[in-house]
């Protein structure tokens, strides 16, 4: 928390090394999604899942997201829209799988008031179970998805390294 642990792990000397030709900006990432970054993997591995295998939302009958320890204390709790159910929406893994398997992608038209209230997408959210593992001590990844749907039984992907990362730059097509 705070610039010095951002970009530089706590060293002081890290920040003057270089200073004036080392320009750290140029390999920060860029988010993908609207909404906390401990969640971006989860929404990765969702739409690969509903993308290759065109799952509508009525086809799922239960989701499970395995993420780290770290990320599930940011975005793993229930999710409980309350008063301000886009901020809510924004730091929940739950209603980004669930929304993100109902739309097919997760953009600002998915924290809109009238989809982040919504009781249908809320109960559906809340259906989402998240797990964590242990082993895991990513902080934005990696995360597993796990849908089971009617017609193609259990599908799962596993994100490991974010797109919009320096290591998974975006395509021009998905900056813009």
Do not use: N
């Not at 000397?13 to 080392?22: F, K, N, W």
């Not at 229930?78 to 799988?97: H, K, L, M, N, T």
């Not at 934005?140 to 998805?145: E, F, I, M, Q, R």
């Amino acid at each position: 928390y705070g610039w010095l642990q951002l970009y530089e792990a706590g060293s002081v000397d890290a920040v003057h090394d270089g200073l004036g030709e080392r320009f750290v900006f140029v390999a920060t990432g860029i988010k993908k999604y609207p909404c906390c970054l401990c969640s971006h993997a989860a929404i990765e591995a969702t739409l690969q899942i509903v993308g290759r295998h065109a799952i509508l939302p009525a086809d799922v009958q239960s989701s499970r997201v395995v993420i780290s320890p770290y990320m599930h204390r940011i975005v793993g709790a229930r999710y409980a829209p309350g008063d301000d159910a886009q901020v809510a929406a924004q730091f929940s893994i739950q209603y980004a799988v669930a929304s993100a398997t109902r739309y097919r992608r997760f953009t600002l038209a998915e924290l809109d008031p009238a989809l982040t209230g919504d009781p249908a997408l809320g109960a559906q959210a809340r259906a989402v179970d998240v797990g964590t593992d242990d082993t895991w001590p990513g902080q934005t990844a990696p995360a597993a998805v796990t849908i089971v749907t009617r017609d193609h039984g259990a599908l799962s992907a596993r994100i490991d390294t974010l797109p919009g990362s320096p290591e998974r730059p975006l395509t021009a097509g998905e900056r813009r």
